[in-house]
Structure formats: structure tokens, C-alpha cells
């Protein structure tokens, strides 16, 4: 079974930094992609940021130049480290990972989510 756990949300002003932290656990054999996602009240979930095994980035044209994606393999951590935001960034924020497990089962795994809020 595995887990993914986000932490690391909370109240903000504008223009004020948070960061947020994605811990995956259980019977792990390799992580692959692990990317940040979110969703606004009324609107769909939309992609923030990725990150593949090897370093390589992906980021929403909205958070670019803002936010930065990173990770460390070893411990199966992904982090969000969002600056200068805005209230328009306030929303639940998800972790996603593909991983293969033990048994050799690739899937993708989600967070429960952590709620973001900026206040203007």
C-alpha cells in the first residue's frame, strides 16, 4: 500500500512565501514523476508544477517564475516552495506521484490535499 501525506499549507498575505511538502510512504519500489496540482472552489483541478526522477521541471505559465518544484529520491519527498503569491493561487493543493510498488505495480497515487489561502 502506499501513501502520499502533503504538509505545509496555510494563511498567507500576499506577496508571502509558503512551502509545501509531499512525504510518500509504504511498499515503494521506485517513484518516477511527482508533480503539484490544485484546485480552486468552482473550478477543475489544474497542473502547478512536475518533476521526473532525474530533476527535470514542468511548470503552469501562471506559477512560472514563482513557484519551484524539487524533490529527493531518496526519501520519496517532493517540495513546493511558492513565492510573491497571490490570492488567485488560493486553493487545495494535491501531490501526485507514479510509483511502482513492490509487487511491481505502477499507479498514480494522490495526496488528500492541503489548503492554500492568500489573502489580498
Known amino acids: 500500500q502506499v501513501q502520499l501525506v502533503e504538509s505545509g499549507g496555510g494563511l498567507v498575505q500576499a506577496g508571502g512565501s509558503l512551502r509545501l511538502s509531499c512525504a510518500a510512504s509504504g511498499s515503494i519500489f521506485r517513484s518516477s514523476a511527482m508533480g503539484w496540482y490544485r484546485q480552486a472552489p468552482g473550478k477543475q483541478r489544474e497542473l502547478v508544477a512536475t518533476?521526473?526522477?532525474?530533476?527535470?521541471?514542468n511548470y503552469a505559465d501562471s506559477v512560472k517564475g514563482r513557484f519551484s518544484i524539487s524533490r529527493e529520491n531518496a526519501k520519496n519527498m517532493a517540495y513546493l516552495q511558492m513565492n510573491s503569491l497571490k490570492p488567485e493561487d488560493t486553493a487545495v493543493y494535491y501531490c501526485k506521484s507514479r510509483i511502482m510498488d513492490t509487487y511491481l505495480t505502477t499507479g498514480d497515487y494522490w495526496g488528500q490535499g492541503t489548503q492554500v489561502t492568500v489573502s489580498s
Open positions: 518533476i521526473t526522477s532525474g530533476g527535470s521541471t
